[in-house]
């Protein structure tokens, strides 16, 4: 089985220029955990995951005002939060490939590019388990 056969597709991507109240409000509406950032190209330049985003967030003993609080976070751009350094995969890769990558790096999941680096989808560790459920039930159905 490929990554092309369990991916999510279209993939929900940012620009390093969203503000980062952007994208935490986008994530909490999608339910997603991680966005891939993408350059005016569609080319992939980061990621930023829901871990970053609360990273950022301020401490609650602030002595910040909410209204100064809220002037910072829209300042804050997800470029500035995000993770440069991406490990990807291929539509071609091979899911216990992708699912050895997501536990060797210890992430959770991974954008999927094309030959010229564009983001096509993100393959999760749900859409792994949801494929490794699939499989152990239709093997039970043969066996039954």
């Known amino acids: 089985m490929l990554v092309k056969d ?13 503000p980062f109240q952007e994208a935490v409000k986008l ?9 891939p950032i993408v350059d005016e190209h569609g080319k992939l330049v980061g990621i930023v995951s829901e871990r970053d985003l609360l990273h950022a967030e301020p401490s609650p003993a602030t002595s910040l ?4 609080m809220n002037y910072l976070l829209w300042k804050l751009k997800v470029g500035d939060l995000m993770s440069k ?3 990807t995969v291929t539509p071609q ?8 990558l997501l536990i060797k790096h210890r992430i959770g999941g991974l954008p999927v590019v094309d030959s010229q680096q ?15 459920v699939a499989l152990l039930t239709a093997e039970q159905m043969v066996y039954a």
């Open 118 to 132: 564009k983001v096509i989808g993100v393959i999760t560790e749900t859409d792994i388990f949801k494929a490794f």
């Open 27 to 35: 994530m909490r509406e999608r339910q997603i955990r991680r966005i």
């Open 65 to 68: 005002s909410i209204w100064e």
């Open 93 to 100: 890769t091979a899911l216990q490939d992708a699912a050895s």
């Open 85 to 87: 350094k991406v490990i």
């Open 6 to 18: 369990q991916m999510t597709t279209p993939a929900i991507t940012l620009t390093p220029d969203t």
